[in-house]
């Protein structure tokens, strides 16, 4: 059984109590019937279906594993920092490298062999923000949401590269309908139709801290989204991967759904990952410090792998090299790219990736039936992560980018990594690549742009969007709100 599939398709579930008291006792799970005698024909359905679904033999080791106890993070002994490609070419071989990468990238996109992927699954709790994540209004001048600064983004990329370019949403159970509905009243934000799929992930149950399952309703148990991990499951399971290889889609350019900064299609980075034989390529930033919250791209025994920075011993994680630079410094910002090859391998049969334990706070009924809105964790969530797949990658590498000029994520309303400071990035962005147009952006004493400034990806995907349009572009003045479409 697959990780990912302890909730398999549900069949017709039989809906007989002494059945399922018997399914759910040598597990310790009964108490997920307390209601039963309560519920309605429909309700009984809907909860035995979801009993049956479970593996409960497996779920019962997750919890022994995951959920009664901490599981040990058992750390290679040789573990080194990941090599990467720099920002910049340093020598005249590298050069030559991305001249050559740059040119098969952009060939990559015109011949349609690329397809956009938004993981766009998660709860989102921190943000505290009820509809998908994707429907947040982000843009700090018109308000345009996260989805439509990805459509208009993608838009331009299939203009400029003369290709259509499919775009795949992953949704979750929770959030597909209300996602689908806000493309549909959107008119898709211009892309054709048939060029959006949608798909929701896995689930699994969440899990009290002693044991047991929580029921989010008397008649439903609390399921949570199964990770971006889930996503390898998920590109199979819609059948979106066999789609993409009729099409002709060779490779899967993967970000999340909180980072309006991302370029989604980067020719230099399509290049290297396509001319290097990569089976999984990753972005990296340098990180601000040794405790900045970024993976960290490591090597062990030859094999690329992140290790979360909540896993990095602090010896290793403030380790400075003979160049005074931390040697532990490639942050990982979540941007891939996947070769769909090696997704089908990765979802042959089972999908072997490690589950996580999170402990989150989980709305769920008590005893007596009544919902509890939890002030504090009280469960545990079980994800896994897509970058727990690099260990199986063959060639992966890994490509330095610029801090600030791809990534700003919404984890939060404010502080850090949050609406405020997302906000800000954009602003910064745009008047940094207006300047570098030679468009004159006003400036605070402190360096800060003295306007709001906002460029649409519709028409300006890059700085070079900018050069070439810049005699129709009138400079922002000091105090001005002003968005360039
Ligand atoms: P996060 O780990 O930030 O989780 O997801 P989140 O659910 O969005 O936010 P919090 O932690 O509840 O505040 C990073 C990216 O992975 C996607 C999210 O949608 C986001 O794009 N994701 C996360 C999924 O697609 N599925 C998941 O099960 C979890």
Redesign the pocket.
């Known amino acids: 059984m697959p990780e990912d599939m302890v909730l398999c398709e549900m069949t017709e579930p039989h809906i007989n109590k002494a059945e399922l008291v018997a399914r759910l006792r040598p597990w310790g799970q009964e108490h997920l019937l307390r209601f039963w005698d309560g519920l309605s024909a429909g309700e009984r359905m809907r909860l035995a279906g979801q009993i049956q679904a479970v593996d409960w033999a497996q779920m019962d080791r997750w919890i022994r594993r995951y959920v009664l106890q901490k599981p040990e993070v058992s750390l290679p002994p040789d573990l080194e920092p990941a090599p990467y490609y720099p920002l910049e070419p340093e020598d005249g071989r590298q050069r030559e490298l991305y001249a050559r990468a740059r040119k098969h990238g952009a060939a990559l996109l015109s011949a349609g062999r690329v397809a956009g992927f938004?993981?766009?699954?998660?709860?989102?709790?921190?943000?505290g923000f009820d509809a998908p994540?994707g429907t947040f209004r982000i843009a700090p001048v018109t308000g345009k949401s996260l989805f439509q600064l990805f459509a208009e983004g993608i838009l331009r990329a299939r203009e400029k590269y003369g290709a259509p370019i499919p775009w795949y949403v992953?949704t979750?159970p929770i959030n597909d309908a209300a996602t689908r509905a806000f493309f549909q009243a959107a008119g898709y934000f211009g892309l054709p139709e048939t060029d959006v799929r949608f798909f929701p992930?896995g689930t699994l149950p969440a899990v009290g801290f002693d044991g047991k399952l929580l029921l989010a309703r008397r008649d439903s148990m609390a399921l949570?989204?199964?990770?971006?991990g889930?996503?390898l499951a998920a590109l199979r399971d819609s059948g979106a991967l066999e789609e993409m290889r009729a099409r002709g889609v060779d490779h899967i350019s993967y970000w999340?759904?909180?980072n309006p900064l991302v370029r989604t299609f980067d020719p230099l980075f399509l290049g290297l990952h396509d001319l290097l034989g990569s089976d999984m390529s990753s972005r990296a930033l340098i990180k601000t410090g040794p405790f900045e919250k970024l993976g960290n791209f490591c090597v062990s025994s030859g094999t690329l792998q992140i290790i979360e920075y909540s896993d990095m011993p602090k010896d290793l994680a403030t380790a400075v090299g003979p160049d005074g630079r931390l040697r532990f410094r490639a942050g990982s910002p979540?941007i891939h790219i996947l070769r769909r090859s090696f997704v089908e391998h990765m979802t042959e049969g089972e999908v072997r990736l490690p589950l996580h334990r999170a402990e989150k706070k989980v709305s769920c009924v008590d005893a007596d039936g009544n919902t509890v809105q939890p002030v504090a964790p009280n469960a545990v969530k079980l994800?896994m992560f897509i970058f727990d797949a690099l260990p199986e990658a063959r060639a992966p590498i890994v490509l330095e980018m610029a801090r600030g000029e791809q990534f700003g994520p919404v984890?939060n309303p404010d502080g850090v990594d949050s609406v405020v400071s997302c906000r800000a990035l954009m602003v910064e962005r745009a008047a940094r690549w207006l300047e570098a147009a030679g468009i004159q952006v006003p400036r605070e004493s402190d360096g800060r742009p003295a306007c709001l400034v906002e460029l649409s990806p519709r028409r300006y995907l890059d700085p070079e969007d900018v050069k070439a349009n810049a005699a129709r572009i009138t400079p922002p003045r000091p105090g001005e709100a002003k968005a360039y479409e």
Do not use: F, I, W, Y
């Open positions: 938004t993981v766009a699954g998660g709860q989102g709790t921190r943000l994540k992953m979750s992930q949570s989204p199964n990770g971006h889930g996503s999340q759904v909180d979540a994800e984890k």
